[in-house]
């Protein structure tokens, strides 16, 4: 079977995956696989954002910001944003009355965008307290060190947004989410800046960041895709979802992870990577009961004279550990490598019912494995590479039934 149709079948597969999860409009996650813990923070995710309360149309006010600030007057309510371009530049800043809900919505399918200008100082929207929702909006940051949206406001649901930093000095990522239980589903990031992130998720000192789901995004281009981070080395974002996005962005790296505490990356596609699809590069608390499952992850064959693209890079070099680790049922494809793990820190997890299909170099390469289990991997490498390999194991790493 040549490359074009196995893509095509996992194309098929990938959107028939995407459709049984979207029953009734709410995020899922399967709990039919052998993982570490429970998905204990797993609640439906009602994520439509549309008008509520009394809307008060932009056009109706000399600014945006007036039409804000007579919404929080009011109680709360919808902002309305007909098509078109609207001039930002001063920051939105939504830190709201205890109890004021305010939802800042553009015209569905409508072209609705929010253009921080060059010289604003501060996100072009920052999102401060509980109660708020955006929806059909685009949000552009042609700031020189600002994202275009700061999210800190427990909460938060972001639907169906398109998230732009436009430039090219910049490298602070377009949005950031630093809060809980916040949604960001059906929205697309780009970034002109090609060593920038498009979202970035973390946590700030002093603050939780846990139950943050991201769905059904897209990006495209090249940047760099998405970093789980954090700023305070006494913890980490927990409970994080990354489900059903289409990574098409072409830099570096696609998904990186630094530091997080329960993740799962379920039912996307990590594509077209000049270097690495996953990377894992552990920091301050380091990365624990990570869930990666059913994807398609591919880096790709045309860097491979620039560069050794590699699918999923495990860097356990560092002081900080990658423990409780399962990688299953996914297809690792069409790179140089498929998965490499270097030094000794990436312990106490699974590597399981995967397949390694025409890698150039490598399937899987371990330096060093450490109470590991490989099991139920096929490998199918090309001609002059090599499926597995591990250099160095100990008694309890478990090595069978690969095939």
Known sequence: ??????????????????????????????????????????????????????????????????????????????????????????????????????????????????????????????????????????????????????????????????????????????????????????????NVNKEAYTLEITKFPDKEAKNIYIIDFFLNGEFNGFVINSDDENGCPENVLIQRGVFLNYNTEQLTIKSVKNLVVDNNMLDQSALYCITMNPVYKGIDNVTIKENYIAASYRFGELADTTAILVDGTKDSKITNVVITNNMIAYSVNGMIVNGNNFADSKVIDNVFQSTLSYGLKIEEAINLSIQRNSFKPDASSIGLQIDKQNDKTIVKDNF
């Not at 001063?90 to 809900?101: A, F, Q, R, T, Y």
């Open 1 to 190: 079977m040549n490359k074009i149709v196995i893509f095509s079948l996992l194309i098929m597969l990938f959107v028939t995956g995407c459709q049984a999860g979207n029953k009734n409009a709410k995020g899922y996650i399967r709990e039919d696989i052998d993982s570490y813990g429970k998905v204990a923070w797993k609640d439906e995710i009602e994520y439509k954002v549309e008008k509520q309360g009394k809307i008060y149309s932009v056009v109706d006010f000399n600014t945006v910001h007036e039409a804000i600030d007579k919404t929080i007057e009011e109680g709360g309510g919808t902002v309305y944003f007909p098509p078109g371009s609207y001039s930002i530049d001063k920051p939105i800043e939504l830190d709201l009355p205890e109890g004021v809900k305010i939802t800042l919505l553009g015209e569905t399918n409508g072209h609705c965008i929010l253009k921080g200008e060059k010289d604003i100082e501060g996100p072009v929207v920052s999102i401060l307290s509980e109660g708020v929702s955006l929806g059909n909006l685009v949000f552009q940051s042609y700031a020189q060190e600002q994202p275009a949206v700061l999210v800190k406001g427990d909460g938060t649901r972001i639907y169906k947004c398109f998230f732009q930093g436009m430039n090219v000095r910049n490298l602070e990522s377009t949005a950031i989410v630093a809060a809980s239980n916040v949604s960001v589903t059906s929205c697309t990031f780009s």
